[in-house]
């Protein structure tokens, strides 16, 4: 067990819904990851977001969004959704301050877009 | 553009045989490389992970070997075991940078057969 938990575990949902999966980052940790893992792209970096500020971009679609609240807890927005959009999605968090850089990863929210 | 190209795409390997999968990277600034280790329906769990500094670290039966003048490394499993059977994922990242994101390779299936 990572110590990174992920809401909710599986999401089935229509095209052009909109989702919001969660993530509770491990216990002290301020930084926190959003990834993608499908079968045609692997794992991609999406965003990530530092103390409840955004500190860096990957390849986001703009209909996806996120946001790090004062707990630290983050939330992924995926709107408009498109079968493409199914994929496992990461979340993973780390102590940047500190003298690792190691990321751990949550269990992950596997959405299906029927 | 991958950054991080891993091969093989999948292995097949003996009980107590060796698996070796090698990654190679073209971005000079990378300075933290990582593997992880994913089973089926789980997020993926650091396995052992090494800086440029050394070109070689060891935890148990596995062992990073690092040639910064080439970009590239590699993962080696002494001592298969079924219990090894995992998708590996060589990653690279700029640490502490403005967005310390990993950039995954494509992965390597495993099966360690018994």
């Known amino acids: 067990d990572s110590g990174v938990t992920q809401t909710p575990k599986h999401l089935i949902t229509a095209t052009g819904q909109r989702v919001t999966l969660r993530c509770s980052p491990r216990s002290g940790d301020l930084s926190v990851y959003w990834y993608q893992q499908s079968l045609d792209q692997g794992l991609q970096f999406l965003i990530q977001y530092y103390n409840g500020e955004e500190r860096a971009k990957g390849n986001i679609l703009e209909r996806f969004s996120a946001q790090q609240f004062p707990d630290l807890h983050s939330e992924l927005n995926l709107s408009s959704l498109e079968l493409g959009d199914s994929a496992l999605y990461f979340c993973?968090?780390?102590?940047?301050?500190?003298?690792?850089?190691?990321?751990?990863f949550g269990p992950g929210t596997r959405l299906t877009v029927l | 553009q991958q950054q991080v190209k891993q091969s093989p795409q999948s292995l097949i390997v003996q009980k107590g045989g060796i698996s070796i999968i090698n990654c190679a990277y073209e971005n000079t600034a990378f300075d933290y490389f990582p593997w992880y280790q994913q089973f089926p329906g789980k997020g993926p769990a650091l396995l052992i992970a090494i800086r440029p500094d050394v070109s070689e670290k060891k935890e148990g039966r596995f062992t990073i070997s690092f040639n910064k003048s080439a970009k590239q490394f590699s993962l080696h499993i002494m001592d298969s075991q079924p219990g090894d059977s995992a998708t590996y994922f060589c990653?690279?990242?700029?640490?502490?940078?403005?967005?310390?994101?990993?950039?995954f390779g494509g992965g390597t299936r495993v099966l360690v057969k018994p």
């Open positions: 993973a968090s780390s102590d940047i301050s500190g003298d690792t850089d190691t990321q751990y």
């Open positions: 990653a690279a990242s700029k640490s502490r940078a403005a967005g310390n994101k990993l950039t």
